[in-house]
C-alpha cells in the first residue's frame, strides 16, 4: 500500500483576520474585580432574604411586591455577567 504525503503547514493563518485587528492575548482581571463580582452576588442574594424575612414590614418592598424578585435576580444577573467576563 502507497504511503500517504505528508503534508507541510504553512505559516499563513488559517482565518483571515478582521478589518486589521491584531490578535492579541486579552489582559487578566484586576484584583478588585472578583471581590465585586462576589460583593454584588450576596447583595442580590441578601435582598431577596430581606424580602422573605422583612417584605412586609419595609415600605417600598411591600409597594412594588413581586417585582422585588426581579430586583434580586437582576442584581445576582449583573455578578452572573461579571463572572462570566472574569480573566
Do not use: C
Not at 8 to 37: E, I
Amino acid at each position: 500500500m502507497p504511503k500517504s504525503k505528508v503534508r507541510k503547514k504553512s505559516d499563513a493563518p488559517t482565518r483571515p483576520q478582521s478589518l486589521g485587528t491584531a490578535s492579541k492575548a486579552l489582559a487578566p482581571s484586576p484584583t478588585w474585580y472578583p471581590v465585586v463580582m462576589a460583593v454584588v452576588l450576596v447583595i442580590g442574594l441578601a435582598y431577596l432574604v430581606v424580602y422573605y424575612l422583612a417584605g412586609q414590614d419595609i415600605p417600598i418592598m411591600k409597594d412594588i411586591t413581586g417585582w422585588n424578585f426581579a430586583v434580586g435576580f437582576g442584581i445576582m444577573l449583573v455578578g452572573l455577567i461579571m463572572a462570566v467576563r472574569w480573566r
